[in-house]
């Protein structure tokens, strides 16, 4: 299949023999070999013939012909290999869509080198939370868990979101407008049917199955609105882009629904970003706008954000982790509203609280360049996820055993 236009063919044995090398002593290979450290080495072997190893070294990373001595060996086509040269495929979406094979190692090594690629590839730095500074417009340091209104000062809020990578506001919608969009929320709880391929679904600890999110939002009269608010066009407006509503997954408008003690699904997610699905290089930048329908918070659900993550790159992990990084947390209430750049490392963790009448519910919208699309004419990136009949969101780590 043609990469999208813009985006020249690649020939695998020479740009591992010659463009990857030059690349590298150009000055990627020491942000590379921070990135791959601790990795173990790497192998892409080309179906149809080729393959090359990627290893860490002190002064960064060699690549050497053949698979024989790598520790992990991902078996993929060229499409695929060029796909993810490009930013045009991520390692989560082809493991999804089952387009890659593991003939050594486990596969989820690949999510493990993520950064390194992107490093390797493309220059992108690592996200290093000691190395990173960030500063307020008056030069000082930025606090990154600063919350702001919709009568603060315009250049200010636009600042904090092009720096951290996100914003947090504070009461946005009243509470007649939440309340009406809570109903509708409710109303599509009832609707859902697991497989509809609209929805997403987990299991909980006592084997029960359970809603996490809809994504036909906009069918209901009230939420249907949230894309042309004037106050979300507002906000969206501080990223200094020209960014218009884009559907993606489902029908344009999604709820997401929080509950505790979840053990199957995507009901939980670890540090991640939104393009992480793939089409970085054709969407990006995207930014979203999360309205709080109900309180977020340890207790309820929370979303955190890792500040300054959208200029670099961070590997997936969960946020309680001990190696994770400690991310920005906001209590949010009713009527508040946070946006963040898709390429911003977040986290969704699970409810610290048991027995609660309710968790966390959100609306979630949307927003990305006019001219953006899927690269291979697909309607989400998203959509690998809907494999199952049943409606199930797996694991990663599941899905990657089985590669």
Known sequence: MPLAPGFPELDFDRYHREELPALLAAGRAAIAGRAASGRGSLAFRLRGGGAYTYRRRDDGVEILPGDGAADTV????????????????????????????????????????????????????????????LRDRCGLPLDVERSF????????????????????????????????????SEALRGEARKGDKLSWWGKNAGGEEILCRVTRAN???????????????ALI?????????????????????KNPD????????????????????????????????TDATPETGE??????????????????????????????????????????????????????????????VGFARPDAQHHRGEKS??????GREDGQVEHLERVADRA
């Not at 991520?90 to 493991?95: E, Q």
């Not at 720096?163 to 009406?180: K, M, P, Q, S, T």
């Not at 979840?262 to 290089?281: Q, S, T």
């Not at 990136?381 to 809907?386: E, S």
């Open 262 to 293: 979840m053990v199957e699904g995507l009901g939980d997610i670890p540090w991640h970003r939104d393009c992480g699905m793939g089409g970085h290089a054709v969407m990006c930048p995207v930014l979203i706008a999360s309205i709080y329908l």
């Open 74 to 133: 991902i078996e993929l086509d060229r499409d695929a290999w060029q796909g993810l040269v490009h930013e045009l495929e991520a390692p989560a979406g082809l493991l999804y869509a089952g387009r890659l094979r593991c003939a050594r190692g486990h596969a989820m090594q690949l999510m493990a080198w993520e950064p390194g690629l992107r490093a390797l590839y493309n220059g992108r730095p690592l996200y290093e939370p000691g190395r990173i500074e």
């Open 149 to 184: 209104t919709l009568g603060d000062d315009r250049a200010d809020r636009a600042h904090f979101l092009r720096c951290a990578g996100y914003l947090f506001v504070r009461g946005v919608f009243d509470a007649g407008e939440i309340a009406a969009f809570l109903a509708e």
């Open 381 to 386: 990136y998203n959509d690998v996820l809907h």
């Open 237 to 257: 407006g501080l990223a200094g882009e020209p960014l218009a509503h884009k559907k993606g997954e489902g029908e344009g408008v999604t709820v997401i629904y």
């Open 303 to 364: 979303l955190t954000m890792l500040p300054g993550s959208h200029t670099a790159s961070y590997t997936t992990i969960h946020p309680n982790h001990p190696d994770a990084p400690k991310g920005a947390r906001f209590r949010a209430r009713p009527g508040d509203v946070s946006l963040h750049f898709g390429d911003t490392m977040h986290a969704a963790p699970p409810p610290t609280a048991s027995g609660l009448d309710r968790y966390r519910v959100s609306a979630i």
């Open 219 to 233: 069918a209901k009269p009230r939420l249907a609105t949230l894309p042309s608010d004037p106050r979300i066009l």
